[in-house]
Nanobody, 122 residues
Framework: QVQLVESGGGLVQPGGSLRLSCAAS????????VGWFRQAPGKEREGISC????????YYKDFAKGRFTISQDIRQNTVSLQLDNLKPEDTAVYFC???????????????WGQGTQVAVSA
């Protein structure tokens, strides 16, 4: 069974930073496409960033470029999302995902974690 568990969310002030982590079991991340999504209150889930397996490309949506960074730790079988210069509009539940399509136009995944809450407020 594929299981993804996110952690690292919390309450931060505008301009602050968080590092989210996704621990995977039942799947080897370095052999799969990985991604991060978020869902803000009252909004649909949207892609943030994704990365192709085996040294493939990495893609970011415009709102994430320059502020968010996706990375992987092969030995720990984890994928992380560094969130910098956070804004109130970044408040959302953040999800990691594995297995699917990843490019600059399409981010579509098969497996999902339960999410971790990020709240940005003064």
């Amino acid at each position: 069974q594929v299981q993804l568990v996110e952690s690292g969310g919390g309450l931060v002030q505008p301009g602050g930073s968080l590092r989210l982590s996704c621990a995977a079991s039942g799947v080897t991340l370095d052999y799969n496409t990985v991604g991060w999504f978020r869902q803000a209150p009252g909004k649909e889930r949207e892609g943030i960033s994704c990365s192709l397996y085996r040294g493939g490309g990495t893609y970011y949506k415009d709102f994430a470029k320059g502020r968010f960074t996706i990375s992987q730790d092969i030995r720990q079988n984890t994928v992380s999302l560094q969130l910098d210069n956070l804004k109130p509009e970044d408040t959302a539940v953040y999800f990691c995902a594995v297995g699917g399509v990843c490019n600059d136009q399409i981010m579509s995944f098969d497996y999902w974690g339960q999410g971790t809450q990020v709240a940005v407020s003064a």
